[in-house]
DNA sequence: GAGTAAATACGAAAACTTTCGTTTCACAAA
DNA sequence: TTTGTGAAACGAAAGTTTTCGTATTTACTC
């Protein structure tokens, strides 16, 4: 038996308004909407059909609030950077998560700061696993 | 003048494709189609297809030989990772590396030979930095 | 050159994503 | 209770990606 192929991943536009949710906690359509860049110009309509779709797939809940529907997240912004992170790896690292941060050290454009911060974090790892 | 919005990363498919094609260093529509899953069960009309479309989109070139086409890619896969980390970094990550690891780091899946081979990496950028 | 097996060229169907218009609904103000 | 305003519901158009069928071309064999 054959599954209908979730992915499972957001889409670009799903992204987008996740993105917004994420930082609001939660919104309703209006709230998403006016939080996107002035240059947008996304029709109210077509913002509402998104968080229709996200709650479709189990993105987000919605209740109600007056007339009005208030989303919020079910998956936590941590939770779908790991997923994402996961993906990457497995498509285009060989599933080998150090070779993904070996592509990322390597890029000229990370500050000797940034590569301070990676250690401390790694460091602090390794530390709390062993103590 | 408006640009036609070409986001200069590989959709599922052609991300598919590439990966093959890297792994083969080059090949014709049948090697890469032989190289697919068992069960993948793709037409070799619409693997040549996605091939011609990665050739109009200047991911791959073409040379003859004899009767049919060769394609190599043009970008390199260490290449295009960076460029998907820098938009996974971006889109997701507030555009902070650091912070991408550090959810990277936080994930328990990670084996602590990872960690390992992760902070070896860090030390060894830092140092030829410094050196 | 005619036959044929395999590849290319091309267009378009099918599937999915993104956007929007129209209708319906809910609430509040007169 | 009617009317106006803004939201929701729904379907579908528009845009993009993925898949494939048909026609044509190519090189090889006789």
Redesign the interface.
Known sequence: MRQKKKSDLLTEVE?EFM?ELWDLGEGTVRDVLDKLPEDRNLAYTSAATILRILEQKEFVTSRKDGKRHVFKPTLG??A???R???D?SM???DD???S????????D??T?E??????A???R??KN?SG
Chains 1, 2 share one sequence.
């Open positions: 992204l993105t912004k941590d779908y950077q790991t994402s992170l996961k990457l498509k285009l690292f080998t998560p150090a993904l941060v070996a592509r990322l050290v390597n890029d454009a990370l000797e940034a590569l301070g911060q990676i250690r974090l790694v460091d790892r390794l696993d």
